[in-house]
Structure formats: C-alpha cells, structure tokens
C-alpha cells in the first residue's frame, strides 16, 4: 500500500523550505523545480503553490532564514560584554565561521546569479549587509568610510570563497582565519587613527 500524499492543507511551509533546502544545496538553482519538489513530499505540485507562488518566492524564504541567522549572530556578539576592539574581530571572525561551516548556504546567499532571484536575494544580502555595516561602525573608535567597511566585507567575503571547498569546516582555516582578521582590524584601526590626527 502507497503512504497516502499529503493535501495542500497538510503540506506545511516549514515541510516544503526543509525538502527545498535539501534540493538547493544538493543541486544548482536550475535543476530544482516545484515538480523535483512535490515528487520528494509525494504531492502534486499544484500543492506547493497554495504556500509560494513560484520557485523564486520559496527560494527567498529560505536565503531570508539563512541572512537572519547570520544577522542574530553578529547581533550576539555586539550586545555581548567586552571590548569594542575585541568584538569587532568576533564579528568577523564568526562571519568567516559561518561561511565556511554552512558552505553549501553561504553559496545560495552570496554566490548565486540568477535573474529570476536576483532582486529577490539581493534585497536580503543587502539588509544583512547594512546589519553588518552598522555592527562594524558601533564597534569602531572613529567614524569610517561606508568603502572601509565594504572593502574589510569584501575581504571576509574573498576569505569564505577561496577556502569554500578547499577546507570542509572553520576549525580547518582556524589559524588563517585569525591572521586574516588581526589584518583586517589592524587595518581599520590604522585608518581610524589617521583620519583622527
């Protein structure tokens, strides 16, 4: 007997991002479609359409959760107790962990060029960007260039992709990930200090 398919009713949004998710990480953007989907909950893809109107709506929903959590992260360690100095390696510190501990994720966030999602993804990468930004800002002594922090993003950004693949994890580039920050923080705290003389 056939396990019994589950109506528009019961097919949950939680159970279709989790089948999604699956299917993004596993396989590039193009190759997952509402149907590879219904197949793996065993419904009709007319069900999947009663929770998001198309694949680029689910896939926005799934790359918000992603740019939250690394929101809340960040947020954790500025509200934290400790020294600006500090926390402002943290910050990127944990922004490197994350990218290289969810690989698969940090693609679909910031690597993926799509014109069906594009305007989609990058109005969360943008949010959580300017999240980032004004975290680096509350942590720095002097005010800094919006291009200082971009440049110390891009930097964080060119850490994640060229260990994303060579390293399976954070723990692996550990010790470069540090020397990597101590660059970075130096550096802004350089130009910090010249911009105040």
Known sequence: MSPRKPSSQELTKEMIKNEARTQFVEKDFHQVSMRSIAKQLGCSHGALYYHFNNKAELFYAIIEEYFLTLNKLIE???????????????????????????????????????TEVDALSQEAANLSYQHFARSVQSLSMN???????????????????????????????????????DF??????????????
């Open 184 to 197: 970075l923080v130096k550096s802004l705290t350089n130009l910090e200090r010249s911009k105040s003389v």
């Open 143 to 181: 005010k800094l260039l919006i291009s200082d922090i971009y440049s110390a993003f891009i930097a964080l950004h060119g850490f994640v992709s060229h260990y994303r693949g060579y390293f399976n994890s954070f723990e692996e580039a550990k010790d470069a990930a540090y020397l990597h920050v």
């Open 76 to 114: 954790e360690i500025v509200n934290d107790s400790g020294d600006n100095h500090t926390k402002l390696k943290n910050v990127f510190l944990r922004f490197i962990e994350f990218g290289l501990n969810h690989q698969s994720q940090y693609e679909i966030m910031f690597m993926i060029r799509n």
